[in-house]
Structures are given as structure tokens and as C-alpha cells.
């Protein structure tokens, strides 16, 4: 018999209406009795009780810290959570958690669980069937699919099939897992200091020289198309901003405001002068696998020096 770890944070799935609307309320034992499982046995520990919009990179640090310290004890893990920062939450842990041979599976839900018509009970069959799997890592398991932690990003506000996955293919549970033989390793250490700005129009170059100035070590700049910014051509160009960057031992990283096909720094020549100056490509990842991904590579990061990759350590799988 399975024995798995319900993991409850909060979010809609756990929440009641008050005079103010929805606020969590439900513990994780009626969460654990919503899936009626019957072939595996499901211990519950309540850590938080948040709407997802409070979800800061600290709670990461918690959800990760309590996968770790219990991962040789539990055969999966499932984790409730509210689904506005679900995407931010599911890759932090991915990153954080390298390399963990078991199943890590983030669900929650559009409307509460018990309310006529939710869909939490099916996302948590989901989560619950996942976690009972030979699969490893961490995903997030939401209107059928079954989406790697690196790749989720939430396109429908209201819609039970809220998630898609960017960048690779969903989780076929009926395939044989990736052979896994490197060790595991917790990376519970963020750099906060990491700033996204998304490029509009008219948008000033001096507006990344202000985060640095303020003592960001990292900029996620969404700009166009395959990752471009302004170039030397445009009446103001990001590319001595880019340079300061680089000189202030500020990381930058360009993607995309598309959501699919990612950045190519390589296709245009603002692309190419960007990346002699230091930037690196976003590539296929959405900005919620970009921003915990760079605060932790930069906490491993001596100061004054930049990251050089956004590769997982042992390879990531893409």
C-alpha cells in the first residue's frame, strides 16, 4: 500500500464563502476525505491556509523544506493549492526539489470543494493517481492534465481547464518515467532581489538602470517576439543598459511576451548584441518558471559575479 502526504496550503479548493468572499476555511483532513482513497494511506499536514495571492517565495522555502525533511517517507506527495500563483509555486518547487524520486503533485481548484458543480474532486482523483505513480518530480495535476512544474502556466481565469503546459509535453502516466540516478538535493536558498519588467512602447531604457541602481541582482525583461528589445536603430536603445547591467554584475535575462515558441536570442541582430553583452535567453520557460528559477541560481551565485546558465544543474529535461 501507497503511502502519500497531503500537503495543504489553502486556495479555493479549501475555501468557504464569508462577507468578504472566499477565504480558505477548510482543513487538510476534509480535503483528504474529498479523494476516498481506498489503496493508499494519506496523512495530512495543514502548513498554511492562504489564498494564493499571498504566496510568497518564503512559503516555497516551507513547502520545499517539508517535501525534503519527509521524502523518505512517503511514496508521493500531493500538494492543495490556490491556483492564481499555482504555476510560480509548482516551478519554484521543481527547481528546488532536484532531483526527487518520487512524485510531487500540486492541485486545487476553480470553485470550492462541496459546492455544486467544482471540479476539485476530479483534480484531486488526479493529483491522487499521479501521486500513487512510478512518476517523479514535481507537477501540478488540473483539469486532466498532468503538467511538469517547470512548465505550467495559467491561461483562463475562470475555466476548470485553466493550465496548459509551455514549452514540453504533458505527462503521459502510462509511459515509462525518465531513468532518474542522480541524487537528490534541496535548494531551499532564494535571492529575492530579481525584478520582471515587461517592454511596452516608449518604455525608457533608464527604468532598468533604476533596478539596478536599487540593488536588483536580476531582471527578467519580457520584450517582443523572440526576446527582442530596442536596439541601437530605436530613438532610445537597451543595449547601454544592458552593458551597466553586465558591469554591475546584474544577471538580465530576456523572453518573451508570446506565450509559445519561447526567446531565440540568435534569430535577430538585437537579439545577438543583447547576448554579447551578457544577456541570456529565457528559452521555452514561462516567466513563472524564469522568476524562482533565477532566485535561486543567484543565491548560489557569489555576489558580484552574474549566472552564466539557467540549466538545472544535472540537465534539465526540456
Not at 201 to 228: F, N, Q, V, W
Request: charge should be negative.
Amino acid at each position: 500500500m501507497k503511502n502519500i502526504l497531503l500537503i495543504a496550503t489553502g486556495g479555493t479548493i479549501a475555501s468557504r464563502e464569508t462577507a468578504h468572499g472566499l477565504r480558505p476555511a477548510l482543513s487538510g483532513e476534509d480535503v483528504r476525505a474529498a479523494i476516498g482513497a481506498v489503496d493508499a494511506a494519506i496523512e495530512v499536514i495543514d502548513l498554511l491556509a492562504l489564498d494564493s495571492t499571498n504566496i510568497a517565495p518564503s512559503h516555497w522555502q516551507m513547502i520545499a523544506r517539508k517535501a525534503a525533511d519527509c521524502r523518505t517517507d512517503y511514496d508521493g506527495f500531493i500538494i492543495t493549492h490556490g491556483t492564481d500563483t499555482m504555476a510560480y509555486t509548482a516551478a519554484a518547487l521543481y527547481y528546488m526539489l532536484e532531483n526527487i524520486d518520487r512524485p510531487v503533485v500540486l492541485t486545487g481548484s476553480q470553485r470550492p470543494l462541496g459546492r455544486d458543480g467544482s471540479d476539485a474532486e476530479k483534480n484531486l482523483r488526479l493529483a491522487y493517481k499521479a501521486a500513487c505513480s512510478s512518476l517523479h518530480g514535481v507537477c501540478l495535476a488540473f483539469g486532466g492534465r498532468l503538467i511538469h512544474g517547470n512548465a505550467v502556466k495559467k491561461l483562463y481565469s475562470l475555466a476548470d481547464d485553466a493550465f496548459r503546459s509551455i514549452g514540453r509535453a504533458e505527462i503521459d502516466l502510462a509511459a515509462p518515467p525518465a531513468a532518474q540516478d542522480a541524487p537528490f538535493r534541496l535548494h531551499d536558498a532564494l535571492d529575492e532581489r530579481v525584478a520582471v519588467i515587461r517592454l511596452y512602447p516608449g518604455m525608457k531604457p533608464i527604468t532598468i538602470d533604476a533596478h539596478i541602481a536599487s540593488g536588483y541582482r536580476g531582471i527578467i525583461l519580457e520584450g517582443y517576439g523572440c526576446g527582442s528589445v530596442p536596439g541601437d536603430d530605436a530613438e532610445e536603445s537597451f543595449l547601454p543598459s544592458l552593458d551597466r547591467a553586465k558591469t554591475r554584475a546584474c544577471t538580465v535575462v530576456l523572453t518573451t511576451q508570446c506565450i509559445y515558441d519561447g526567446a531565440d536570442l540568435s534569430h535577430y541582430e538585437v537579439g545577438i548584441r543583447a547576448a554579447e553583452l551578457g544577456a541570456l535567453s529565457g528559452g521555452t520557460r514561462p516567466i513563472e518558471a524564469l522568476y524562482p528559477r533565477l532566485m535561486q541560481l543567484l543565491a548560489e551565485t557569489p555576489e558580484g559575479e552574474t549566472v552564466k546558465s539557467l540549466e538545472k544543474n544535472s540537465g534539465e529535461q526540456r
